[in-house]
């Protein structure tokens, strides 16, 4: 029994079919309203919308989490018996590891992520859910020539000091990231800002490192071949 | 400098030969070098810009494969990379080009390594689709092996593009991951070309069918560049 299983979940057959059925899922449900920018999905980490949404609006994301779960049993599994042989090259089995390192990642993210937008002007502040402040001392920007902000950022006072958060330069504290979105200068000055925690982050850089490394070793062992 | 896009897509469509082949792409290049020189940045935004960049990337990935002793005797592959090349440098000519600076949000070079490793990604999974018909034409094992070759690097530009692409993400917009059309999408493409990669492993009998999905692949690609920004809302859409 446990044998037949053990061949179940080894085989290439599997992973070819539930790659085809995560295909198949994200597919459809990108025609799915569910998918766009109004949706919800990306306003709540994935757990907590997968729980809340009607089943008629997210039933492509179960059947997808579903087939990536079995996926993720599979890459494993094929991965430890092709090590148990030897003289087989470890670069699949490094890229089946990123891949497993980023599943894992997002679920992470999926359970534990955090996003909160709110839009304050200048000199207001917020709160940490520790119950620090933190206090937008200066918003400033400046209005390209063809009327749209060039450049824009926000100054924040913090415990530690006056920190700057500009667009692709957020401010990360205690493992929130405070990000600046959108800045309007009058008729007060005010910015649009998110704080987020994805605690699948540093996972998924990891799992995306050993997935290169992985990936240059069988380019460079496939050279000429 | 229009008229060197028009000079390349002209002769990319003529390229019967390889010298021919290399002019074309010289003008491409130049064009793109001019478009980055006035703009200060990799020419990236708008349908324009975006296809003649895919048209050179096209070209100057397929470099390598027509110059390879393998495609010697496949006497079209030269003018079908030309040809495929020229295609979207002509689809380019309708639309508008946009001069504006970056908007801050995509200021960075992470965004514009993500864009331009997807298209030399692109670029690849085109040439391996033509191996596919080569193969199928009676090419033989080495225009297979040639199209696992340039779908393989391809997949690597792509992976590389992801990896990118989630790190600009987690920078510009909080998280590496968002779920829009365009991410299902490319999800899509690279666990197509991870199937594709992984089917190789089913061995001889199955080599109609490897030939077959590189060349699906691509439409596949073509669907997550263009597809996807034409009929569906995304905050990628060009």
Known sequence: MLKKLYATFCSLNLGLWLMTGVMVTLALGSFSSASSEQGGLNDMPLLFWLQRAPLGYSWWLWLC???????????????????????????????????????????????????????????????????????????SGQIGPMGMMSTYRADLRLSDGLHAVQPNQPLFHKGYGIYVKDVELSPVPVALFEVHKEPGALTAFIGALIFTVGNLMLLAQRKGR | ?????????????????????????????????????????????????????????LGLMALPFIYSRQTAGIRWFCWGCGALAGLFAALALPFPTINMPLPPILDT?????????????????????????????????????????????????????????????????????????????????????????????????????FAWLGIVGFLVTLFTYLGVSMLMRSSHSF
């Not at chain 1, 779960?69 to 090590?83: H, P, Q, R, T």
């Not at chain 1, 980023?102 to 200048?122: D, N, R």
């Not at chain 2, 085109?126 to 018909?133: D, E, F, P, W």
């Not at chain 2, 990118?164 to 909080?174: D, E, H, L, Q």
């Open chain 2, 109 to 209: 070079y992470w965004f514009e390594l993500h864009v331009a490793l997807a298209f030399f990604a692109y670029g690849l999974f085109g040439i391996a689709a033509l191996l596919g018909i080569a193969f199928l034409q009676g090419g033989g094992k080495p225009a297979l092996d040639l199209q696992y070759r340039a779908a393989l690097v391809g997949y690597s530009f792509f992976s590389l593009s992801m990896v990118s692409g989630g790190i600009w993400g987690y920078y510009a917009w909080g998280t590496y991951w968002l779920w829009t059309a365009k991410e299902l999408w490319t999800s899509i493409l690279w666990i197509f070309y991870s199937l594709y990669l992984h089917l190789r492993l089913k061995g001889q009998s199955w080599e109609r069918g």
């Open chain 1, 65 to 139: 989490v579903a087939c990536i779960a079995v996926l993720f049993v599979n890459a494993l599994i094929c991965s430890i018996d092709a090590l148990r042989r030897k003289g087989r090259s470890v670069a699949p089995h490094l890229m089946h590891a990123g891949f497993l390192l980023i599943v894992l990642a997002h679920l992470l993210s999926a359970y534990g992520g955090f996003k909160q937008q709110m839009q304050l002007p200048q000199g207001d502040s917020f709160g940490f859910p520790d119950g620090e402040r933190v206090v937008v001392e200066r918003i």
């Open chain 2, 1 to 57: 400098m229009k008229w060197l896009l028009i000079t390349s897509a002209l002769l990319f469509v003529a390229s019967i030969r390889r010298p021919i082949f290399v002019v074309a792409l010289g003008c491409s290049l130049a064009y793109l070098a001019s478009r980055g020189m006035g703009l200060g940045r990799l020419p990236l935004i708008g349908p324009q810009d975006t296809l003649a960049f895919f048209s050179g990337s």
